[in-house]
């Protein structure tokens, strides 16, 4: 193949990038063409992202070329890349909270008027004409902080997409996104599509590869597998590709929950929810289902001592409980995953031991107060190990672990403190496909061993799935409760579209 071969727009050759012992990518050879949509797959640690960080700049190949536009180059630089007009939307987050929306998005090129003042007048015009243009309903004058997660990533995107690039990475852009701002997203692309930029995705939501991509490129252990027409691919030959093993693909089922009540809800209500009443049983898994914003994990965060609560009471294993603190909340035994797992979650500058022992440690006190090294040592083994975290040693720094095994450290955290209520606020957010189903399998043994697991999912195989029964969510108030058996995708999403505002956000995502 040659290099300016005129429908090629990058490609690279023999490239490889090592971070000290650790082999991150192996010798890639692969060529992207003008205007396609190419998926990026691999399991978690598999080098996707460190890739593309080689696209944008943000890394330097230890060998390799990079070959743009008919151009060869050893590196690219951050400012090198830009003006190539490659442009992406990173797994970490990359905007200022307590900036407007508008700002964030001409963070770097503001719009100046006259003697180098901002002109913020035109800078909200203009992004709100991008936001209105690709159907997101948003005040470009609020501030990141106040607009929740999903939002946020809408607003990552936008940003990569207000520079018109020629070239657009996005690293799992859709993982906080639920069914309506996946939708939102969706024609994100189409537009994209229609002024030939060509992209590259990456999500662990593989559904969305065939939804979305022309062709995929599969990656395993740093190394590149093959490329495949997407109409040529099945799910099942797309996973064994990247997992190198077949994977059942059922949901596991609790087999031991009793009559025993463990926690009773009753009309909580604080600024952002509204009588909330709602039961879990002993060895019970409960989905709360739900759109954006309806509600689901300021309930969790109530429940934890995050959030106060305004009103309601709560009876925890026979006995009143007020939720004082998170701390409070892992004392009598009711732990959170939270949702936003790169704010609350994952302590980056800790090492993966550190981090699994983090939320427990008296428990790993010998004489209460030198913690019992071998102890310690065993337990984030047997998690790497159960998760299948993929970590050089215990003592590796969180911050460089891939993203995938990042949450999984978070899980592990949240395992280790023994707790009999279990909060999971999207568990398999980024987690790949293998994985996932240990995850699930993981859930099940918890219940089957006494636990209780309360599981906010936006993915709805996972949420039908899993729980033993729904409590369905929107505008801050329970709108159903279903057993298993009685519910599906459209009696769910029916529910969660209860209400003025979601009424209208509902009927729109139909038509689409
Ligand atoms: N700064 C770093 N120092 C050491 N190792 C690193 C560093 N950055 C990445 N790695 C390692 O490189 C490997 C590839 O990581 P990468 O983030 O590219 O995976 P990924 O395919 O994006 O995974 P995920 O799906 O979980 O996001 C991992 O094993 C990771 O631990
Ligand atoms: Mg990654």
Known sequence: MTNNNEDLILSVRGLSKYY????????????????????LCGENGAGKSTFIKMLTGAETPSSGQIIFDGKTYDTL???????????????????????????????GREILKGKGLLDLKEMYRRAQALFDEMGMDIDVRKRVCDIGVAYQQIVEILKAVSRDPRFIILDEPTAPLTLKETAIFFNIVKKLREKNTTIIFI?????????????????????????EDV????MRRLISLMVGREISGEFPE?????????????????????????????????????????GRTEVARALFGADPLESGQITYKGKNYTPKSPRHA?????????????????????????????SSLPKYLQYGFVIDGKKERDA???????????????????????????????????????????????????????????????????????????MISS??????????????????????????????????????????????LHLKFMEQ
């Open 77 to 107: 630089d951050p400012v090198l890349s830009m003006e190539l007009g490659i442009a992406a939307v990173y797994q970490e987050f990359s905007l200022i909270p307590y900036l407007s929306i508008a700002e964030n998005i001409f963070y």
């Open 380 to 454: 984030t083994l047997g998690y790497i190990k159960d998760l299948n975290i993929k970590t050089p040693h215990m003592n590796q720094l969180v911050k460089n672990l891939s993203g995938g095994n990042q949450q999984k450290v978070v899980l592990s955290r949240i395992l280790s403190t023994e707790c009999d209520v279990l909060i999971f606020d999207e568990p398999t957010r980024g987690i790949d496909v293998g994985a996932k189903q240990e995850i699930y399998n993981l859930m099940c043994k918890l219940a089957d061993a006494g636990k209780s697991i309360i």
């Open 330 to 358: 892992l004392k009598v035994g009711i732990g959170l995953i939270p949702e936003d797992r790169k704010g609350q979650g994952v302590l980056l500058g800790l090492v993966v031991r550190e981090n699994t022992v983090f």
């Open 231 to 234: 109409k040529d691919l099945t």
């Open 203 to 227: 999500s662990h939501r593989l559904e969305e590869i065939f939804q979305m991509c022309d062709r995929a490129a599969i990656f395993m252990d740093g190394r590149f597998v093959t490329t």
């Open 459 to 504: 993915e709805m195989p996972e949420l039908i799935g899993m729980s033993q029964r729904i409590y369905v969510m929107s505008e801050g108030s329970i709108t159903a409760e279903f057993k298993k058996g009685e519910f599906d995708q459209t009696n769910i999403l029916e529910k969660a579209s209860l209400g003025r505002k979601n009424r209208q």
């Open 20 to 39: 000290a012992k650790v082999r991150a990518l192996s010798d890639i050879t692969l060529d992207i063409r003008r205007g396609e949509v190419l998926a």
């Open 254 to 294: 609790p087999t031991k929950t009793s009559d025993e009540v463990v926690l009773e809800c009753k009309n909580l209500c604080n600024s952002h929810i509204n009588d909330v009443s709602f039961k879990l049983h002993k060895g019970e898994i409960i989905g709360f289902g739900g759109l954006v914003g309806a």
